[in-house]
């Protein structure tokens, strides 16, 4: 079946920084969502992007399909920001999302 | 709007109890999943529901089993408990398939002792 991996697995940040996080996939993928999954264990989708780029605030988010990866963007991190962020991708005609293990980060004050 | 809940949200049970994990969705969506998500590691789905009628087996189905009640509902059973069920399991919903993209429920922590 499909892997997914991301990068780095741990990432520490002063607030104000910015950073990238990496998802790779091993086949080509209908859909892409990314999340973020806060302290507390609440699961919340920040894109739907099967492809192109999108921008929600200091969150944006890119994916090149035919190369078989998506890229998170944070910028002027905030403590608020600190949790696990996932990637998860549909195989073509599956209706099965697999998610990557995640990128675990701690946003520092 | 209240989205995806689940019940319960905490659970020990004795290896060989059964029990039944409850989710509901408002939305209206057609797509219904179940996850469980062990420490350190991502979600990894047991069964999924893409549209009312249908269910299918995802990556780690063993032990479990499901029912799509309704549009709205969508249960996990587990008919004999084992520690290695110990896991916080989460409902997803979505309008068609992957489209759109996922709600999650609050999760429900089981522990089986």
């Known amino acids: 079946g499909i892997q997914v991996e991301q990068s780095p697995p741990d990432l520490i940040l002063q607030e104000g920084a910015n950073s990238t996080l990496r998802c790779n996939f091993s086949?080509?993928?209908?859909?892409l969502q990314w999340f973020h999954q806060n302290p507390w264990g609440q699961l919340i989708n920040l894109f739907y992007?099967?492809?192109g780029t999108k921008q929600n605030g200091r969150l944006s988010a890119t994916t090149v399909a035919t190369e078989r990866y998506s890229l998170l963007y944070i910028s002027s991190s905030q403590t608020t920001d600190s949790g696990v962020y996932f990637c998860?991708?549909?195989?073509?005609?599956?209706?099965?999302?697999?998610f990557g293990t995640g990128t675990r980060l701690k946003v520092l004050a | 709007n209240a989205g995806v809940t689940q019940t319960p949200k905490f659970q020990v049970l004795k290896t060989g109890q059964s029990m039944t994990l409850q989710c509901a969705q408002d939305m209206n969506h057609n797509s219904m999943y179940w996850y469980r998500q062990d420490p350190g590691m991502g979600l990894r789905l047991i069964y999924y529901?893409?549209?009312?009628?249908?269910?299918d087996k995802g990556e780690v189905p063993n032990g479990y089993n499901v029912s799509r009640l309704n549009k709205r509902e969508f249960s996990l059973r587990l008919e004999s408990a084992a520690p290695s069920q110990t896991s916080v399991y989460f409902c997803?919903?979505?309008?068609?398939?992957?489209?759109?993209?996922?709600?999650f429920g609050s999760g429900t922590r089981l522990t089986v002792v």
């Open positions: 997803a919903s979505s309008e068609m398939g992957g489209d759109y993209g996922y709600t």
């Open positions: 529901s893409a549209s009312e009628g249908t269910t």
């Open positions: 992007i099967p492809s």
């Open positions: 998860a991708v549909e195989a073509s005609g599956t209706y099965k999302y697999i």
């Open positions: 086949d080509s993928v209908n859909n």
